[in-house]
């Protein structure tokens, strides 16, 4: 199994392009997850979702959008970058019950200049 | 909605001493889970230890013990026969039974040879 895997490994983007955070999990996970962490900070949720076509706001949803088409992906849009998106984003899964534990990805550095 | 304290940025410990570092939280909910992660330089999360909130008993996992006191809303984890390779960063986690997930800002263990 590959776990949970995410795409691209850095970016930078301009002020005000867009562009999509990939990932996928082979492990058939229902639960799937979006954080970015800030430096020196704790991870803060973005979006979740519980299954297919089912997807909820975090603490900081301002400026992405997600969607869950299928138990595997689990794809970040932002839209309009801003410098405050600089940020390192993980993505994470878990199976349908809240006590197991999340399993990350490597994680993804957006820079926006 | 759940927030959890983290209230020691750092923290230092003498190879093989013990230490213990803080975690609260606050929750309306009565049924949820709580996390320790780990995350060393390479980013990568790693799950030290969990608690399922109805468990009196604390959990254990090797050198790794959590002192969970639900009516205080308090998770406080302690390591013991500290090793070198236990330098990182400790993220305290809350999840609730819905899935939804929160985590602290983390604290920066130093292990000192």
């Known amino acids: 199994n590959a776990g949970v895997t995410q795409t691209p490994k850095f970016r930078i983007l301009k002020i005000g392009q867009s562009m999509t955070l990939q990932c996928a999990q082979d492990?058939?996970?229902?639960?799937m997850y979006w954080y970015r962490q800030d430096p020196g900070m704790g991870l803060k949720l973005i979006y979740y979702s519980v299954g297919a076509g089912i997807t909820d706001k975090g603490e900081v949803p301002n400026g992405y959008n997600v969607s869950r088409s299928t138990t595997e992906d689990f794809p970040l849009r932002l839209e309009l970058a801003a410098p405050s998106q600089t940020s390192v984003y993980f993505c994470?899964?878990?199976?349908?019950?809240?006590?197991?534990?999340?399993?990350f990805g490597p994680g993804t550095r957006l820079t926006v200049t | 909605a759940q927030t959890v304290t983290q209230s020691q940025p750092e923290m230092s410990v003498q190879e093989a001493e013990t230490v213990t570092l803080s975690c609260t939280y606050d929750t309306s909910e009565s049924d949820y889970y709580l996390f320790w992660y780990k995350q060393p330089p390479s980013r990568q999360m790693i799950l030290v230890i969990r608690?399922?909130?109805?468990?009196?008993q604390n959990a254990t996992e090797n050198r790794f013990s959590v002192n969970f006191q639900k009516a205080a809303k308090s998770f406080s984890l302690k390591i013991s026969d500290s090793q070198l390779g236990d330098a990182a960063m400790y993220f305290c986690a809350y999840r609730s039974n819905a899935g939804k997930s929160t985590f602290g800002d983390g604290t920066t263990l130093t292990v000192k040879p």
């Open positions: 994470a899964s878990s199976p349908g019950q809240a006590t197991y534990e999340q399993y």
């Open positions: 492990m058939n996970h229902n639960y």
């Open positions: 608690q399922e909130a109805y468990k009196q």
